[in-house]
C-alpha cells in the first residue's frame, strides 16, 4: 500500500539544538509535500510545502525541508530550535493528479528549555 | 473568526447515542474532509466530499455517515457511538485542483463513554 513514514515519533531535545525530521513516501510519480505543525491544543498549520522548483523549501519559524526524489524524502529541518517549537508534525504527501491527502503519523517533538 | 468552524468542541457522549459534528467554511472551497486523530496513528480520513453531489468513503468510514447540506457544510454522524470512536475529529477544506494543500478546522474532542 502507498505510504508516507515518518520515523522516531517522539523527539525530545534543548533549545538551540538543530532538529531534523525524517520523511519517506512510497507514491512513484510526481508528489506535492507538505509537513503540518500541530501546537498543542490547536488545529494543524501548514509549516511548508513543495510543488516544484528548488527542491530546498523555507517556511515559517525558520524551518526548511529538503525534497530528494531519488531517495523519495522530504525532510524537515531547523538549526535552532526553541520552547515554542513543542508540537507534533506531520508530512503529508498527495500523488499528481489523485484526491486525497495521506499523512504520516506525525512526530512528537518536545523541547526543553 | 475562524474560516473553518467546527462544532461542538468537545462532546462527551455514552455509548449507543447518536452524535453529529458539523462543520462549516467561509473559504468558498468546493472540497471538505473528516479526519480523525488517534494518538500514534496521525490522521485518518474518514471521508471527503468534492461538491454537494459528491461523497467518498475514506479508509475507515466504518460506523460514521456523512452529509454535505451545502458547498459550506459538511456533517458528521455516528448513528450509535461506540468507546474506540473516542478521538479527536478535524474538519478540512482545499481548493479545487490537485495542490492538495489542507485548512482545518480546530477539532472536535469526541469521548465516549
Known amino acids: 500500500a502507498q505510504s508516507v513514514s515518518q520515523h522516531n515519533h517522539h523527539v525530545i531535545l534543548s533549545e538551540a539544538a538543530s532538529l531534523e525530521l525524517g520523511c519517506n513516501y512510497s507514491?512513484?510519480?510526481?508528489?506535492?509535500l507538505f509537513w503540518y505543525v500541530q501546537y498543542p491544543g490547536q488545529h494543524l498549520q501548514l509549516l511548508l510545502k513543495y510543488f516544484s522548483g528548488d527542491p530546498l523549501v523555507k517556511g515559517i519559524k525558520g524551518f526548511e525541508a529538503e525534497f530528494i526524489k531519488s531517495k523519495f524524502s522530504f525532510n524537515l529541518r531547523k538549526p535552532s530550535v526553541q520552547w515554542s517549537d513543542t508540537a507534533e508534525y506531520f508530512c503529508?504527501?498527495?500523488?499528481?493528479?489523485?484526491?486525497?491527502?495521506?499523512f504520516g503519523k506525525g512526530n512528537q517533538v518536545v523541547v526543553i528549555p | 473568526d475562524a474560516d473553518v468552524t467546527q462544532t461542538p468542541r468537545n462532546r462527551i457522549t455514552k455509548t449507543g447515542k447518536r452524535i453529529m459534528l458539523e462543520c462549516s467554511q467561509t473559504?468558498?472551497?468546493?472540497?471538505m474532509y473528516w479526519y480523525r486523530q488517534d494518538p500514534g496513528l496521525g490522521l485518518r480520513l474518514i471521508y471527503y466530499?468534492?461538491?454537494?453531489?459528491?461523497?467518498n468513503k475514506g479508509e475507515i468510514s466504518d460506523g460514521y455517515s456523512v452529509s454535505r447540506q451545502a458547498q459550506a457544510k459538511f456533517s458528521l454522524s455516528l448513528e450509535s457511538a461506540i468507546p474506540n470512536q473516542t478521538a479527536l475529529y478535524f474538519c478540512?477544506?482545499?481548493?479545487?485542483?490537485?495542490?492538495?494543500?489542507?485548512?482545518f478546522g480546530e477539532g472536535s474532542r469526541l469521548t465516549v463513554l
Open positions: 503529508a504527501v498527495i500523488p499528481y493528479g489523485n484526491n486525497r491527502l495521506a
Open positions: 466530499s468534492f461538491d454537494v453531489k459528491d461523497i
Open positions: 507514491y512513484g510519480g510526481t508528489v506535492n
Open positions: 473559504k468558498g472551497h468546493d472540497r
Open positions: 478540512a477544506t482545499s481548493a479545487g485542483g490537485s495542490t492538495g494543500e489542507l485548512f
